[in-house]
Nanobody, 120 residues
Framework: QVQLVESGGGLVQPGGSLRLSCAAS????????MSWRRQAPGKERELERE????????????NYADSVKGRFTISRDNAKNTVDLQMNSLKPEDTAVYYC?????????WGQGTQVTVSS
């Protein structure tokens, strides 16, 4: 079955950096676009999770939310079945649980999430 396992979250000061990683299994990773989404504190519903970044199956195209453009970079390694999110110049408003997701056969799959807290 599809499994997505995120890692790399933690506590960081404003202006700092973190790199999140997602290990995927259970599907043909190289055939699918991948995304990172986040759920900020107080946003309880799945619909309120913000799409942060996406990357196509071949890495030819990436897209970012306006709130993270120029600060975050999404990348993938199809040989290792991983997708990463490099986060620089972090702000307190980036505090959230970050999820790796894939849409496959009409369903969106989520990992368990990794907490990112930006605070001094």
């Amino acid at each position: 079955q599809v499994q997505l396992v995120e890692s790399g979250g933690g506590l960081v000061q404003p202006g700092g950096s973190l790199r999140l990683s997602c290990a995927a299994s259970g599907f043909m990773f190289s055939n699918y676009a991948m995304s990172w989404r986040r759920q900020a504190p107080g946003k309880e519903r799945e619909l309120e999770r913000e799409l942060v970044a996406t990357i196509t199956s071949s890495s030819s195209t990436t897209n970012y939310a306006d709130s993270v453009k120029g600060r975050f970079t999404i990348s993938r390694d199809n040989a290792k079945n991983t997708v990463d999110l490099q986060m620089n110049s972090l702000k307190p408003e980036d505090t959230a649980v970050y999820y790796c997701t894939v849409n496959r056969m009409g369903r969106r799959y989520w990992g368990q999430g990794t907490q990112v807290t930006v605070s001094s």
